[in-house]
């Protein structure tokens, strides 16, 4: 496991036209840049770049002997700029509502042109995380082999924009912003059925159901480890993805991805429609031979793609057992 690594990125101009300095971080997992196909991991919500790992927070899916196997690849993660994984107040972006999830996709694209890398084997992100996935290859439709977005679309539908939108108002006027924001989000996060079955209208004590005391306590958890700036930029991003912002047809853009698309929705999921998955897919089968779709069956809705590993690694075991068509050799990035 590396440590954590900056590149700096002088007068980014975003798309709204606003100049910044963005120092981007990141980490490598597996092996060393150069030694094997890369896998460029794209973090959810409250997520970094530390995927791996003992506290790692996709830890069942990715590492030694895992579905992808830190053994096999190099693992590259970035963390969105603004995210505060890095505890230094300077990196934070107070100005959140200058960037869409776009310009954190031109910015990972800057990060590996510094890095010397244009060929990616597989990319995978979850939740905002594969928005970010679905805008970078669209920014360079021929930078991976495969694209896996999880749990996530190409675009901020209507219901997701509003959501925001409330999260945004918490954010910005609750004395306890971070925690009932976040209360507020989890359950976006479940289904009515996921809480009944964990729950079942049990009482923690005479006053407080056991449902409130989750809740409480997810809300307090992120307050001691989050920032509110950082959910701030994170929940901007959310709303904003959109591959298709220019005005061109989404088939017109996504056909012309050469990756193959594995996309893997969840059939309950209330924040990522599954029905908008399986329409993108319809869509885009129509024009592209290489893109196939999986479906998580679970009660627990969106955070299943964070609770059911055994499903996830079904559907990817395949991908990652076949060789990387992308690698190259070691001579051909940065020391």
Same mark, same amino acid.
């Given at each position: 496991m590396s440590d954590l690594k900056h590149i700096n990125i002088r007068g980014y101009k975003t798309e709204s036209g606003k100049t910044n300095d963005i120092s981007l971080s990141y980490q490598t997992f597996g092996l060393p840049l150069g030694k094997a196909p890369i896998v460029l991991v794209i973090h959810a919500l409250t997520g970094n770049s530390k995927v791996v790992g003992e506290d790692g927070w996709w830890k069942s899916l990715i590492g030694d002997n895992k579905c992808i196997d830190t053994k096999n690849y190099t693992i590259l993660a970035f963390n969105i700029p603004g995210n505060g994984f890095d505890n230094n107040p300077k990196h934070l972006i107070e100005n959140y509502k200058d960037y869409i999830a776009k310009d954190i996709a031109k910015l990972f694209a800057l990060g590996l042109e510094q890095l010397k890398i244009d060929n990616i084997f597989t990319c995978i992100g979850g939740s905002v995380g594969g928005g970010i996935a679905w805008e970078l290859a669209a920014l360079k439709p021929n930078l991976f082999e495969h694209l896996i977005p999880v749990a996530t679309d190409w675009k901020s539908t209507d219901w997701l924009i509003a959501n925001c939108h409330i999260q945004d108002a918490i954010l910005n006027h609750s004395s306890e912003a971070l925690a009932d924001a976040r209360m507020h989000a989890m359950t976006l996060y479940r289904t009515p059925e996921s809480l009944k079955q964990k729950f *079942?209208? /049990? =009482? =923690? *004590? !005479?006053? @407080? #159901?056991? $449902? %409130?005391?989750w809740l409480n306590y997810h809300g307090d958890y992120l307050t001691s480890r989050f920032n509110l700036s950082a959910y701030k930029m994170m929940n901007q991003i959310l709303r904003t993805i959109d591959i298709c912002r220019d005005g061109e047809d989404f088939i017109n853009v996504a056909s012309k991805i050469s990756a193959s698309i594995h996309i893997v929705t969840i059939n309950t999921d @209330? #924040? #990522?429609k599954p029905e908008e998955n399986w329409n /993108? &897919? +319809? %869509?885009l089968k129509s024009v592209k031979e290489n893109v196939s779709i999986h479906e998580i069956k679970s009660i627990h809705?969106? !955070?299943? &793609? @964070? $609770? %059911?590993?055994?499903q996830l690694a079904k559907f990817l075991k395949p991908i990652? =057992? +076949?060789k990387a068509t992308t690698f190259v050799s070691a001579s051909e990035y940065v020391a």
């Open positions: *079942n209208r /049990t =009482k =923690k *004590n !005479d006053a @407080l #159901f056991n $449902i %409130e005391s @209330l #924040f #990522f /993108t &897919f +319809v %869509e809705g969106h !955070d299943a &793609f @964070l $609770i %059911e590993y055994d990652f =057992k +076949v």
